[in-house]
Nanobody, 124 residues
Framework: QVQLVESGGGLVQAGGSLRLSCAAS????????MGWFRQAPGKEREFVAS???????SYADSVKGRFTISRDNVKNTAYLQMNSLKPEDTAVYYC??????????????????WGQGTQVTVSS
């Protein structure tokens, strides 16, 4: 089992930046991929970004060019750098890992462990 704890959320003005962190503990060696999702009130959880073995990354079209996913293997921590934030980026952001070997990781069902989420609010 992998335990994930997100941090770094908060309130920011449109055009600003935030960096989210996701600290992993437990059976991290069993993780094939790590990803970020978000969920706004009344909406389904949606894919934001992910990376997996070999350094492959994937981003939702809505965040391409603005968000960057990265990781520090020594610290067992993943990051989501968010620049040029927009009010529509407001949501609870979740990190997730997957213990399943797959060709790609961008669906909720591709991931097996989830953090508790951190709130990001972008004011206009």
């Amino acid at each position: 089992q992998v335990q994930l704890v997100e941090s770094g959320g908060g309130l920011v003005q449109a055009g600003g930046s935030l960096r989210l962190s996701c600290a992993a503990s437990g059976r991290t060696f069993s993780s094939y991929a790590m990803g970020w999702f978000r969920q706004a009130p009344g909406k389904e959880r949606e894919f934001v970004a992910s990376f997996w073995s070999g350094g492959t990354t994937s981003y939702a079209d809505s965040v391409k060019g603005r968000f960057t996913i990265s990781r520090d293997n020594v610290k067992n921590t993943a990051y989501l750098q968010m620049n040029s934030l927009k009010p529509e980026d407001t949501a609870v952001y979740y990190c997730a890992t997957s213990s399943r070997a797959k060709n790609s990781y961008y669906r909720v069902g591709d991931f097996t462990s989830w953090g508790q989420g951190t709130q990001v609010t972008v004011s206009s």
